[in-house]
């Protein structure tokens, strides 16, 4: 009996309900973090969060514009306890911002922001996703 209510007592500090979920992304294969979402991997110290898009002037697909437009994202990126937010564009020599950062070892690239634009449909905020690249650049 003492045995069960050993058990029983101890095995829920020992769960993992309280720890923070992961989501493992595989390195240098691009996939999406929906916005206001965070992506942890589960094996390394890093995540990243999708914190808002602060430009999107892309040309829609359905419209003839006079220049491709671009997308600009902002990420808050965390490796072992550092953490800082980047800028990143689609575009990057129209104002200088980044397609691509490197922060603590790693990697990041803007691929895609989804869905395109399209003047006949309309898109909620919670459909927007976020494709990214990392890779490991120090082991």
Excluded: A
């Excluded at 220049?67 to 020599?93: A, C, H, M, R, T």
């Excluded at 104002?95 to 690239?109: A, H, K, L, R, T």
């Amino acid at each position: 009996m003492k045995k069960i209510l050993f058990l029983i007592f101890i095995i829920p500090f020992f769960s993992c309900k309280d720890e923070e979920p992961c989501t493992t992304f595989v390195f240098s294969e691009p996939f999406e973090i929906p916005i206001h979402e965070t992506i942890s991997h589960c094996t390394e110290l890093i995540s990243i969060s999708f914190l808002d898009i602060t430009q999107d002037s892309r040309c829609p697909e359905n419209v003839t514009c006079v220049w491709q437009g671009l997308v600009e994202v902002e990420i808050l990126v965390k490796v072992n306890g550092d953490e800082e937010s980047f800028l990143l564009s689609s575009f990057p020599q129209f104002e200088g911002v980044p397609s691509q950062v490197d922060f603590n070892g790693y990697s990041i690239s803007l691929v895609d922001v989804i869905p395109y634009p399209n003047t006949t449909k309309k898109y909620r905020e919670e459909d927007l996703l976020l494709s990214l690249l990392v890779e490991k650049t120090v082991d």
